[in-house]
């Protein structure tokens, strides 16, 4: 078992940045990649970013690349968000989740998740 418990979240108005944080904790040696997910109310959970464990490898969704960076500390066993330059539309509970598998965008794939934390923008 994984867990993982992520912070950081808050309000913050238009153009403003937050940094959120994912400890993880547990039989974590077998995860080959952690990413980001939110869930704006009434929409499905959606990718935000993932980073290769090991390899240090990232991608993001179209919506926030140039504006969040995701990275990691392994000693720490930690993966940071920092979202930059926030819009409204950001709004959302973020999840933080790890996987075995590979570095994917699609929710199904992930073994473990976070309870999530709230990011409000206002406008």
């Known amino acids: 078992q994984v867990q993982l418990v992520e912070s950081g979240g808050g309000l913050v108005q238009a153009g403003g940045s937050l940094r959120l944080s994912c400890a993880a904790s547990g039989r974590t040696f077998s995860t080959y990649a952690m990413g980001w997910f939110r869930q704006a109310p009434g929409k499905e959970r959606e990718f935000v970013a993932v980073i290769g464990w090991t390899g240090g490898a990232t991608s993001y969704a179209s919506a926030v690349k140039g504006r969040f960076t995701i990275s990691r500390d392994i000693a720490e066993k930690t993966m940071y968000l920092q979202m930059n330059s926030l819009k409204p539309e950001d709004s959302a509970v973020y999840y933080c989740?790890?996987?075995?598998?590979?570095?994917?965008?699609?929710?199904?794939?992930?073994?473990?998740w976070g309870q999530g934390t709230q990011v409000t923008v206002s406008s």
């Open positions: 989740a790890s996987t075995v598998r590979s570095l994917s965008r699609e929710p199904r794939h992930y073994d473990y």
